[in-house]
């Protein structure tokens, strides 16, 4: 039996998100300074927000031996664990840069997905995940159920 599965998020620009989410996502652009990125030259920056409206950021921090770096998203959630212990995410932003100083596109790869149902699971609710495009495109997910149907579980 052939079935489809359909996955919802918004679209829209910049001024048309939240100002909350506005913040964040200028935080997760700020973070883009902190990215250490001498191998790929791309430089993302993750920014969450906790449930207390603490706004925690990461960047890609990558290494000579190159599976031994880490995305923006992770770093942002781990740090988040290590030193917010318990306190859930409300959303997270993601954007990318390059050398050039442009903003680009940065959709978190599928480890980072795995990472975000974990903590959503732990926390017992979804979080929002909104990912740069463009000026004129944002794109929220109100869920990482949408990013990454038929997780792995166990
Ligand atoms: N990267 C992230 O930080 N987040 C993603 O979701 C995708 C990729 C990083 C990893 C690596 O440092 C660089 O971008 C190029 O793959």
């Given amino acids: 039996m052939e079935k489809t599965h359909t996955l919802h998020y918004q679209e829209c620009t ?6 909350a989410d506005r913040q964040l996502m200028q935080a997760a652009i700020a973070a883009t300074d902190s990215a250490y990125a001498p191998y790929s030259h791309f430089h993302v ?3 969450l927000r906790l449930e207390d409206g603490t706004i925690v950021q990461g960047s890609n921090q990558e290494n000579i031996a190159y599976p031994s770096g880490l995305c923006a998203e992770r770093t942002a959630l781990f740090a988040a664990g290590a030193q917010h212990n318990g306190k859930a995410v409300e959303a997270l932003a993601i954007v990318g840069r390059e050398s050039s100083g442009a903003l680009v596109a940065a959709s978190p790869c599928g480890a980072c ?3 975000m149902t974990e903590q959503e699971s732990r926390q017992g609710h979804a979080m929002r995940v ?7 495109k944002i794109l929220i997910f109100e869920g990482v159920e949408s990013l990454l149907p038929f997780v792995f579980t166990m």
């Fill in 45 to 47: 920056g993750a920014a």
């Fill in 130 to 136: 909104i990912c740069y495009y463009s000026d004129t």
């Fill in 14 to 19: 910049i001024d048309q998100i939240d100002a």
């Fill in 113 to 115: 997905r795995q990472v």
